[in-house]
């Protein structure tokens, strides 16, 4: 099993446990990216982008234990 | 009169100080909804082409939305427009608060300021009345200040004021108005048009009640969002628009290093979670708001290497970026401390950051030197500079006073090696948002009536997975950010057209009203039958009205393009090299123009397209085309229409004297 810090962004934060910004997950070794959304129960539409240790990732991308995860929503600014 | 306005508009000359009002027909109020719509109708209407937008031929427009004042969400949005300093075209912006209500409550749905006073004044608008009063002992002082020596001498903690600052007492050419202390109409240098008059403030309270043809579903629509923001935007109250700074980073879009680059090494550092955990002490939020954006920082004497006053706010995304990244600094304090200059001031941080950037790359590059800097070594990155550089700015100090002129003028005196980093459409430094990552919004740049914003305009990144909002539009399909395609454009007209409407309307682009809802909100306030088709209609208009301000003004299609950066490189980041193709860009230029029905080549409105708008009247006010000019006879369209031009919607009905 590998554990797997994530940030939410925006308000994707509603989809983490209580609604925190930043939680770990544990998923089997192999997960990917897209385990991990859907893991996390986070609708691909949702998602913007998502990046692993600061780098831009593919949704096929594998995760290691101890990866820090980010995931973006779309944003305007303002 | 509709429910939902005052059905009054207040009309003062600062010159003669004379102050009479006028009551418009429900159908203006239909036809135009307040906010951007109104301001363009009278700005088209009543300025005489080539004003001095620093002169007393020139008008200052506040003014409210149909639905600002409602009791809902998002419904504290309001407008302030003229003809603007900076890009010398049509000029308006919104900004939130309580401002735009209390004005309303206070019986007034605009006000039309028009002259220049002799001396320093500030207006005075309550329950029905108004007056001009002194303003000398306010001139000169920062804004926090002037609110509370206005409530002081007026008795009443209630008042709420929109002032024009030092920026604009000092006609920096993108000084901006603000209202209580912290909401910004930030763009177009609305303040130095204030300044110039010599009006210092204007202050409203009134007691008068919002009306609605049926309250009760106004209330239960307010109580449901209410409910939905609670529910499902912790985020965004938590952070603000103050989040994006890492968000924008990670995708290669943050402007960086007068957007050079595409991504800041010291992005985490100026990220909203950073100031959330360190400076922030606060949020603060709008007239009926329950999502609380807006930020509060602080730095007591003795906290920190700069004392940041509270009372002044903080900064959101693009003040975070404009005076972080865009000029390199990842010192927080110090951004903050420019922020809360900015504010104190009442200058446009956006441009205020945008002009500081100019100068430190024309300084990189020898342009500028440590002569012209007064011995600042005003490198990216150096945030002491920055803070200086405010203060320089705001009163016209040193190289402040040529940064005061904004980086188009500025890059003009300084030469032709400048103007590659003056970074501005039609004169408007650009907002946050890198066009090479958004390349929609980088047509929308071109096309926009104030020059280069960010509000009337789209965010391609909200389309690349879903369209489930614009699908009433007829966006049915998902579409890349970088798509410049005919479908692009059509999403860029469609919903910029609904961006023009909320902002006539006074609602807020952060609450989230579906198409439908704002459908069914101007139902319930006012009882028009009316529709998404109506709406969109209206947007359109002020955008038409907007337009041939700008085309009567000489501002042709060879001023809506992007700076020459955005046809090259992205410097570094996720998408590094990324470029806008110069041919794609024009061709869809062009192609906006045409679904405007505007000409395919030089963008002037079609009489065509004005008539079905219901504005034939602004016809006249185009220039003559050649074809025109040359021909010896008037053509008898023209000349019919002059017969049956319609009457003036407003008509004069009392006067009183200040």
Not at chain 2, 125 to 130: E, F, K, L, N, R
Not at chain 2, 274 to 302: N, Q
Not at chain 2, 352 to 370: P, Q, S, W
Request: positive net charge; hydrophobic residues 40%.
């Amino acid at each position: 099993m590998i554990t797997i810090s994530a940030r939410a962004h925006g308000n994707l934060r509603r989809h983490f446990p209580g609604g925190r910004d930043e939680a770990d997950f544990t998923l089997p070794d192999g997960s990917r990216v897209v385990d991990l959304l859907k893991a996390i129960g986070m609708p691909d539409v949702e998602v913007w982008m998502v990046s692993v240790n600061d780098l831009l990732a593919k949704p096929e991308q594998i995760l290691f234990d101890g990866d820090r995860v980010n995931i973006f929503a779309p944003v305007a600014g303002g | 009169m509709p429910n939902g306005s005052c059905g009054q508009i207040l009309r003062v000359d600062l010159t003669r100080g004379a102050i009479s009002v006028e009551t418009p027909d429900e159908n203006f109020y239909r036809a135009h909804l307040g906010g951007r719509g109104l301001i363009a109708h009278y700005l088209l209407k009543e300025l005489k082409p080539g004003v001095d937008p620093l002169g007393p031929e020139n008008k200052v427009i506040f003014a409210t939305g149909v639905l600002t004042g409602a009791p809902v969400a998002g419904s504290g949005r309001n407008s302030v427009g003229a003809k603007s300093p900076l890009s010398g075209g049509y000029g308006d912006a919104e900004a939130g608060g309580f401002f735009g209500p209390e004005l309303k409550r206070a019986g007034f749905d605009a006000v039309i300021i028009e002259g220049r006073a002799k001396r320093p004044v500030y207006l005075w608008v309550h329950d029905g009345q108004a007056e001009l009063r002194d303003a000398a002992g306010l001139w000169g002082k920062k804004a926090y200040d002037v609110e509370q020596a206005i409530r002081a001498e007026l008795g009443d903690k209630g008042i709420r004021v929109a002032q024009c600052g030092v920026g604009g007492e000092n006609k920096v050419r993108f000084a901006c108005v603000s209202n209580d202390v912290t909401h910004f109409y930030g763009r177009g240098g609305i303040g130095a048009a204030m300044g110039a008059k010599n009006l210092k403030a204007v202050a409203a309270r009134g007691h008068a009640q919002y009306a609605s043809v049926n309250a009760e579903r106004v209330k239960e629509m307010g109580r449901a969002m209410t409910q939905h923001i609670t529910e499902n935007e912790k985020g965004f109250t938590d952070l603000g628009t103050t989040g994006t700074v890492v968000a924008l980073d990670a995708g290669g879009g943050l402007p960086t290093r007068n957007f050079r680059d595409g991504s800041f090494e010291g992005a985490k550092k100026i990220d909203g979670t950073t100031m959330r955990d360190t400076l922030l002490v606060g949020r603060d939020s709008c007239f009926a708001c329950a999502i609380h954006c807006k930020r509060v920082v602080e730095r007591k004497p003795g906290e920190g290497r700069y004392v940041i006053d509270r009372n002044y706010g903080g900064p959101e995304y693009e003040a975070l970026a404009a005076l972080g990244s865009l000029c390199g600094v990842d010192d927080l304090e110090a951004v903050c401390k420019a922020s809360e200059l900015c504010n104190a001031y009442v200058l446009d941080a956006i441009s205020t950051g945008a002009a500081v950037a100019f100068a430190m790359e024309c300084y990189e590059n020898g342009i500028l030197t440590k002569k012209d800097t007064g011995g600042l070594d005003l490198r990216f990155g150096n945030g002491q500079a920055l803070v200086q550089m405010v203060e320089d700015i705001a009163h016209r100090r040193g190289l402040g006073d040529l940064l005061a002129e904004g980086v188009a003028r500025a890059a003009e005196k300084l030469g032709p090696k400048a103007r590659r980093f003056a970074i501005h459409v039609r004169g408007q430094e650009l907002p946050m948002h890198e066009p090479r990552m958004k390349m929609g919004l980088g047509i929308g740049y071109t096309i926009s009536p104030t020059g280069a914003d960010h509000c009337h305009n789209i965010h391609d990144t909200m389309f690349v997975k879903r369209v489930e909002s614009v699908k009433p539009l007829g966006i049915l399909e998902t579409m890349p950010a970088t798509d410049l395609s005919p479908r692009k454009v059509k999403t860029l007209k469609r919903v910029t057209d609904l961006r023009h409407t909320i902002n006539s309307l006074g609602l807020c682009q952060f609450v989230s009203w579906s198409y439908d809802q704002q459908v069914e909100l101007l139902h319930a306030v006012t009882g028009w039958s009316t529709s998404l088709l109506e709406l969109s209609l209206a947007g359109e208009r002020a955008a038409n009205l907007a337009r041939v301000f700008n085309v009567r003004e000489g501002l042709a299609a060879a001023n809506d393009r992007l700076p020459d950066r955005f046809f090259q490189g992205l410097g570094n980041g996720a998408i590094a090299g990324t470029k806008i193709s110069r041919k794609l860009a024009d061709a869809a230029k062009g192609e906006y123009y045409a679904m405007m029905g505007w000409d395919r080549e030089t963008g002037r409105p079609s009489e065509a397209k004005l008539d079905e708008l219901g504005i034939e009247w602004a016809a006249a006010q185009l220039p003559k085309t050649k074809a025109q000019a040359k021909a010896k006879a008037p053509a008898k369209r023209t000349a019919a229409k002059a017969k049956s031009a319609p009457r003036r919607a407003t008509r004069s009905t009392r006067r009183k004297t200040a």
